[in-house]
DNA sequence: TATTGTTATACTCTATAACTATA
DNA sequence: TATAGTTATAGAGTATAACAATA
């Protein structure tokens, strides 16, 4: 995957040179993403919710929030899912409008493969750091994204 | 935008750790972009397009192969882009066969503004560095990307 | 023959607006 | 009335296969 995106240019002083190398990153980083559900028949989205969801119950509102999409696109999204038996609706037991989304056996099973292969297919990235800058790299990401 | 994704798992010791924040850094970063482009009806891959042309003439499928897209999904991209008035087609000079993609005067001035904001709309995020941890993480991110 | 780009086709993703059912 | 979800609709993004033009 190349490595060209928006903020591939010449690399200014200040806070810019930081920010294209972090779009560069997030963009090889999807690209993996992006291969691994392709060769799975999912896109990022659907990645996405299994992940989500890997550990948690949520209602179609929700996960929509959670993805920042409008609920009508959950529709359509979890219909899929759902019908790969990836997912499964169910009804909310308390609020007789709402409609649980969970994840069926199957889309978990299928849920830890893929993040398996996430880790697999970025390890060589970060395999390029020696093991106390791994940890540095770590440590400053989780400082960002905790005031995120 | 939420944190969570594949990766927003109970974090592992080992390779795991590092690369769930740098899946969910990433997802930040790309909500990012994908908001400002979306604020000037621009997709991810038009926005990516536009930064890729800011400095550079590309045939079609240059500019497929730089986005990891088949040549056929170029030719609508481009159309809608240059129906915009964003980007310009002229047949190469060399090689009847080939299309060369350039950036028009108005592409280009959209870019420089697309750029500005997402510098803006990420400087919160790496602000919560102090200046020289923000040169720590732009060292051990461009590590990663000379060795991809 | 091989390569470049487009066209035809089919799905997925996405949002907006209108609707139904429940609260 | 307000909220949860679906449906209808429309447009963009994407890939595959077939094609025309050029090399």
Chains 1, 2 share one sequence.
Do not use: C, W
């Not at 790969?84 to 609706?89: I, P, Q, W």
Request: net charge neutral; no cysteine; glycine share 6%.
């Amino acid at each position: 995957m190349p490595t060209s995106d928006p903020a591939d240019q010449p690399a200014v002083a200040g806070p810019a040179g930081l920010i294209d190398a972090l779009v560069q990153t997030s963009f090889v980083t999807m690209a993996s993403l992006n291969k691994i559900g392709a060769e799975h028949d999912l896109s990022l989205t659907q990645l996405r919710v299994l992940g989500i969801l890997r550990d948690r119950r949520l209602r179609m509102t929700e996960l929509a929030d959670y993805l920042g999409l409008d609920k009508s696109t959950m529709t359509g999204l979890v219909d899929r899912a759902e019908k790969r038996g990836l997912l499964e609706r169910v009804r909310n037991p308390t609020d007789g409008r709402a409609v649980d989304v969970r994840i069926s056996p199957a889309g978990a099973a299928l849920a830890e493969r893929l993040y398996a292969q996430v880790v697999a297919s970025l390890a060589p990235l970060t395999g390029a750091l020696s093991r106390a800058d791994q940890h540095r790299l770590r440590a400053l990401l989780e400082t960002m994204l905790d005031r995120h």
